[in-house]
Structures are given as C-alpha cells and as structure tokens.
C-alpha cells in the first residue's frame, strides 16, 4: 500500500509539473522551426563553400598526379629528381619532425638572404652557416669525405652507377628507421623540389632569351655590317634554282635548300632542320608584309604578338643558323623589314595605301564584267556609306545609286517607276540577259538618296515581295542631330553616319563583291537570296505593304 502511495504523490506532481512540460514542448518546436530556418538561411553558402573545396581538392588532386608522373619519369632517366631523392632521404633519416620543421624554416631564410643579396654573396654566407652547424652537430668529415668521393665520381663521369645506388639506399633507410609513410613523403618532397626546380629554370631563360632579343633589336648598326659581310658564292645561270629579282617579293620558284649546300665547302655547311626550312621557304613565297609575317591582314595587330612571331621566325632563319644557306640571308632581311614597316603605325598604313592601290589597278580589267553584272544601275562611290551591323558584327557597303526620288521605286503592275520618300524599303527583280535569271535587289531611301543596300538586306534576313506597287519594309530614321553615330531601324540598329569610303576603296570593294558572287545571278546564289527570311519575333517591326 505504501508503494501505491508513492506512485500516486508522484503522478500528482508529475501532473501538477504540466506546466513546464508544456513549455518544453513549445521550445522544442521553436528550436525546430529555427534550426530549419538557419539551415535554409546558411545551406547555399554551406553548399558553395563545399563545392569550392571539392573543385579545390581535385585540382590540386591533378597537379600532385602530373607532378608524381613527371617525377618518376626523371628518376627513371636519372634526372634531377633522382638527386632529390637522395638529398631529402638523408635528411628525413637524420632529423626529427621538430628538427624538419626548423630545417623547412632554414632554407625559407636561405631563399630569402639569395634572393635579396644575390647569388654569389647569398650562397656563401649559406654555404659558411651550414658547414658551421655541420661542424657543431653533425659529422663534418665523414660527410666532407663523402661528398669529395662523389665529386670524384662525378668528375670522373661515373655519376650514372653512383646515383642509382645512393637512391636505392636513401629509400631503404628511410622505410627502415621511418616508415613507409616516410618513403611517401620522401618521394613527394622530391618530386616537388624537382617540379620547382624547373620552372625555375624555365622562367631564367625566358628572361635571358628576352634580353637576348632586346640586343638583337637594338643592335641595328651591327646587323647592317652582316649584311654586307653577308656573301655567298655566285650559282652558275644554268642551274633553274637561281633567285633574282629586282623588287623585293617578286614570286619566283624556290628550291629544295637542302640542295643549294652542296656548293659550300664542308667546313662551312651546317644542317638545317626541317622547320627552318619549311620557314625559310614560307618566307620567300609571301608576296606581301602580312604573308611573310603571317599575320591577318584585315584585322587587328596586337604589338606584343607581332614581336614574340618575329622573335621566333627569327631564331628559325637567322643565318647562323642556316650557315650554307643562300636563302637565309635573303629570308632573314625580308623578315626584318615586314617588321620594321607592320610595327610602326604609320609605315603600316602607307603600305596598306600602297596595297589597295596595286589591287585596284590588277582589278580595272574587270569593269566590264561590273557594269554587265550591276544589272544597269550607275554608283556614286564617293556617296556610298559602309554600315555596321549590329546582327552580324561586320560592315555592310551601302551602294548609293544614281536614282531619283521621283523615279526610284519599280512596280511591275504598273510597269513604271514611283515615287519614294525617306524610310521606304523595297525589292526588286530585273532580268539578266547573259543568263535569262531574275536577281533580286534590295533597295531603301535616306536622305534623299537611294540605295541599293542587298548586302545587308540578305544578312537581316528579310521576307519581301518583290515589284510592288508600295514599299514592302520600312526604315525609321534618326536624325543625325539626335544620334550622331548610329540610326536605328524598328528592328535591327545600323549606321547612316557612318563614313565615307574613298571611290578606289569603293570599286575595289565592287569589283570584288561582283567577282566572289555577291550579286551573281546564278540558281545557288538566287536561291540564298529569295525569299528574304524575317524572324517571326520582327514580323511586327517591320511594315509590308504588297
């Protein structure tokens, strides 16, 4: 009875204590709610922050496999990686993690006092600190007559049966006294060294390399007295490889140069490899600056690549190189001066004057071919505008005719010309007699003038009827006074202020256009331009009228 009691006062406090329990339950839920809430609050960075290191850890997962892949390799070669080896073998055996430690710390002060003193005082004063702690802690003379033994070895040139062995036992003692866990960080550490011992390397002769072609720029008096010390035997005239011409980049056929040698006294010749050749033989083809150079010609040049190309193709066809080579003199000037004239501003575009100008006189012949194929209607290039276009990222020539607004738009019901005004957009078809084929033409009118702007109606894409008796599109133009550099249309943004072309530019760019197709009336060219296609997102923007 007493234990029923008991039970009884118990459960009356357990109930009389409700209260608190329902406290606890409205905390746990709002714990709840809030643990919820932070996650939801904290989860994308949480999730960021894991997905950096991850991306993080396989990165640095890669570098570490194609260090550990180029190091074996150069212990297999018995590279420098091998020495590496031996080098951290001994000094993970003779030294504590404590000691490790303060020896890592050592050569960082090491590698600071080099790099701020210099090399030569830098390396004594750390050569003089360690044989000094060597000869307080270690074993001075027994590593002094070591490392006498292994430079006679060395000098003696039986490095390769010493280091094998050295490496072989460095690991030994390290999986002995350490532990495999040593081999590894043996290894890793060797490997390491060796990945940043060559960039190292690499990094001293690009710099020396630069310097190099900084002198070679610089030394122009120099080079002048090799060209004119520059001579080579004469070729007698029967032979069909003899180069003469009087300009500059005359074509004339080039020889196998592997052939040219066999004239030099042997003292003299020296073997080219493949690749001088080959450019050797690039440079003497180029007609021109940008061919010899190999750079494109309606673009851009940036200064820092045009230089590292020239630096290149100069290591290539210098005649040191190519000694017994009677091109490589001949390459190598050509060479410099398309440098000299593509790297100063203004010598680049005297000769690209220079260049049109021989085109345009190679492409007269052709004129009347041009007026065959214009399809009767007479230019004004000095009128004519070059466009950008914004859809394709290129210039479009905008032709301006010889039409009158009061006679511009054709309409094959009526069989005359009408009127048009400003903003109007039309296409019209008009037969060939060469070829029996309609070719259709687009046309617009801007400031009172029309032009025949087919070009860049075919990179808009546009779906027009041809002949109508009304504009089929129009253009909404922008005074010039509003927007001085770029007019829009409803749809596709181009340029009426753009500017003037001079007339040889203008047929030259005609004469071309004609020749590569762009208004030829064959069945494949007709078929890409008719019909003119608009997306249907722009049907709105554009005003038709049939």
């Known amino acids: 009875m007493e234990d029923l009691g008991l039970w009884k006062q118990a459960w009356m406090w357990v ?106 005082p830098g390396l004594f004063i750390v050569g003089l600190f360690g044989i000094l702690i060597m000869w307080m802690y270690g074993y001075f003379w027994i590593t002094g007559m070591l490392l006498v033994a292994g430079g006679c070895m060395c000098s003696l040139k039986h490095a390769r049966y010493v280091i094998p062995v050295l490496t072989s036992y460095g690991v030994y003692s390290v999986a002995v006294r350490v532990g495999w866990l040593g081999v590894f960080l043996t290894l890793n550490l060797s490997f390491l060294t060796n990945d940043l011992l060559n960039k190292l390397v690499q990094g001293y002769e690009g710099s020396t390399e630069e310097s190099q072609f900084e002198d070679m720029k610089d030394s122009d008096p120099v080079m002048d007295e090799f060209y004119r010390s520059c001579e080579f035997p004469s070729v007698p005239d029967s032979e069909p490889e003899t180069v003469s011409c009087a ?177 109007d957009g039309w296409v019209e078809t008009r037969f060939s007699t060469s070829i029996k084929m309609e070719i259709p033409r687009a046309f617009v009118c801007a400031e009172s003038k029309i032009f025949d702007v087919s070009e860049w109606a075919t990179c808009q894409g546009m779906e027009c009827k041809p002949n109508t008796h009304g504009p089929t599109f129009m253009v909404n133009m922008v005074g010039a006074d509003r927007m001085p550099q770029r007019s829009y249309s409803s749809r596709y943004p181009f340029s009426l202020d753009a500017e003037m072309i001079p007339e040889d530019e203008f047929e030259l760019w005609l004469q071309q256009a004609l020749a590569s197709g762009v208004f030829a009336d064959s069945p494949k060219r007709r078929k890409s331009w008719s019909p003119f296609k608009l997306p249907q997102k722009g049907i709105k923007s554009w005003r038709r009228s049939s």
């Open 247 to 423: 300009k500059p980049y005359c074509s004339a056929p080039i020889q196998d140069v592997l052939h040219v040698q066999k004239e030099e006294p042997p003292s003299k010749v020296v073997k080219s490899d493949s690749t001088s050749l080959d450019e050797i033989k690039r440079i003497m083809d180029g007609s021109n600056h940008y061919e010899v150079l190999g750079v494109p010609r309606n673009r851009s040049i940036d200064q820092k690549t045009l230089k590292k190309e020239y630096h290149r193709m100069v290591l290539l066809v210098h005649p040191d190189k190519n000694m017994g080579n009677q091109l490589a003199c001949e390459s190598f000037k050509k060479l410099q001066t398309a440098y000299e004239v593509l790297s100063d501003f203004t010598k680049k575009n005297s000769y690209d004057e220079q260049l049109r100008k021989e085109e345009s006189q190679k492409m007269t012949p052709r004129s009347c071919v041009v007026s065959q194929q214009s399809g009767g209607v007479e230019f004004l290039s000095e009128e004519s505008r070059r466009i950008q276009c914004t859809k394709c990222g290129n210039f479009h020539i905008w032709i301006c005719t010889k039409r009158s607004k009061t006679r511009a738009r054709f309409c094959q019901g009526c069989d005359q010309f009408h009127q048009a005004k400003d903003g």
């Open 15 to 120: 109930l009389s204590q409700k209260h608190i329990l329902a406290w606890a339950h409205t905390a746990a839920c709002g714990s709840r709610e809030r643990l919820a809430f932070l996650v939801d609050r904290h989860w994308p960075a949480v999730s960021r922050a894991c997905a950096t290191s991850s991306r993080l850890a396989l990165a640095a997962l890669r570098q570490w496999r194609g260090c550990t892949a180029r190091g074996v390799l150069a212990v297999a070669s018995l590279g420098p990686a091998a020495v590496f080896v031996i080098l951290w073998s001994f000094f993970v055996c003779m030294t504590s993690p404590a000691c490790a430690l303060y020896a890592l710390l050592s050569l960082g002060a090491a590698a600071a006092v080099v790099h701020y003193m210099g090399y030569t």
